[in-house]
Each structure stands twice: as C-alpha cells, then as structure tokens.
C-alpha cells in the first residue's frame, strides 16, 4: 500500500486522536506480584480509542483518505470496542459512519451503542443467520449497497492493513522482554505482532473463544497471512465459558488483579489473558525467570454490559 504520508499524516495531528506511532513511548506497569511481568498499557493510549483497535482502524482510515471515502461501514455486536472506535474516529475526521449491529434492535441502546450514536453514526440491526456471513464478500457489498463513496471494515479489522498496523505495539512493550502475551480473537494483532517482533522475543495468543477444532481455522488463516505455526505459541483452554463470558475462576482472578494491582481489566480480552500467563506462572518455573509483556488491549468500555463491574 502507498500513502501520501504527508498528507496523511496532517490529516492525523488532530489531538482528539491517539498519537501517531512515531511519538508513542514505551509504557508498561511491572505486576507488584511478579515484577519481571510487565502489562503494557494500551488502555492509557487514549481515553477513547484503546491501543489494539487505534492500531488496527489506523491503516485504514489513512486508506479512507487516500481514496477520498467519505462513508466507513462495519459490522460488531451492541457492546463492540470496534464499532465505538469507528464511530468517534468517524466523528472526529468527519466521515460518515454506519454500523451493523448483531441482533434485534432493542427497546433500549446499550452504552456502547448510545455513544456510537451519539458520534453519529447510524445503527441498523441484523439477524444472527445474516451476521455469521459478516467475513464474506457479499457481506461487504450489501452492507454499503446504497451509500455514496463507502468502505467496509471488516469486523476485527483482519487485513493486510490491520496486521501492519498491529506492529506498533512494539513501541509500548519495548524490545528487551524473552515473550510478549496477547489475547486472541480474529488474530490480527497476533500476526501483526509475530511479523514484526524482535529476533529475542517470542510471541504467544490467548485464544478467548472456544473452538472445538482445536483453532484450525485460525491457524490457517495466520499462515495465509505469512505467519507460520512455527513462528507463534498459543495457550489454549483459558476461554472460559465461550467468548465474552468468564467462568468463576477467572471472575475471581479479575477481582483480586484489580485489587492487587489497581489497573482494571475487561472481561473480554484482558481478564482471560491475564489469568492464562498467572495460571502458567504458577507451574512453570522457567517462565519465571523471563521478562515478559502482556498487552493490555484496553476495550474498558465493555465493563459496562457486565453488572457489577
């Protein structure tokens, strides 16, 4: 992909966005449990839009203005960190924003979906059938059949674009950790970390969803990308109750880790994350000995669809 980076870049400036990644600085927190663990903070990026969806929308907002789009149009359910990233990245370029919303339209918005509102972006709601097409072809252009000058953002942000975007992570973690852990789910930030990571660190994903295929299909998809099982370690069996939803283990975890360490947790990503490397930290004395990062992807947001957090 080529950019008019000057250009683009201006277009970027805008202090109601994240910094661009050249001026970001490592930040991360060393766990006060296991001070060779470090979180690197991807929720202190930006109130608003959380380091794992700016990296990711980044491309290709940058692509949006390349090709002079005026419409961005994705698809997530009514708690999506993806879809609340759009809306306010939409609202303050000035780009119009659509959003495709898994399940029936409610009698009253959640949160997330009055704020994406709010940045005016316009909601339509699908049915479950309609929305497990969401990665073909044919989604994509029915879901901007009628717009003027629209773009379709694949749900996750799987992309060449997306991948790349994803290497900016590095600038948070720093280069001097043995393995940098982080959660899983279309597995973007995964390949955009392994394609980019320093020689010395390994890289190692959390699945947060169950599948009974064993991740098949992801690992398929990583190697179309470039990025070969070799190259990557995943952690499987910490989805707990499916994706979203926490089992009582790691309920708990999320509260004493929040207690412990003052630095709040999602339950979607962070939470199983998190208490995947505690768990392998309790019986893996080589482990121990390693300085590691685990991305804090941020998505705060979503504590709001849990009661109690």
Known sequence: MIYDTEATLAQ???PRLPPEPGRIATDRTPWLAAPRVFS?????????IS????????????????QSVRHLVSVGGPYSNHLHALAYA???LGLATTGWVRGPAPKHLSPTLVDCQGWGMALNFIDREHYRQRETAE??????RGLESAMFIPEGGWSPEAIDGSSAWWRLAGVDLDALICPVGSGTTLAGLVRSAPQSTRVIGVPVYRDPDHYATLIEKLAAAGVDAGQYTLWTGFAGRGFGRLSAEQRGFMADFEQRENIALDPVYTAKTFHALQHCLSFDSDLREQRLGILHTGGLQGRRSQIGL
Do not use: T
């Open 12 to 14: 970027f400036n805008d």
């Open 40 to 48: 690197v903070r991807g929720d202190r990026l930006h109130p608003i």
């Open 51 to 66: 380091g794992n969806k700016w990296f990711k929308l980044r491309a290709w907002l940058m692509l949006a203005h390349q």
């Open 90 to 92: 939409g609202h303050v």
């Open 139 to 144: 989604f994509a252009e029915w879901a901007c």
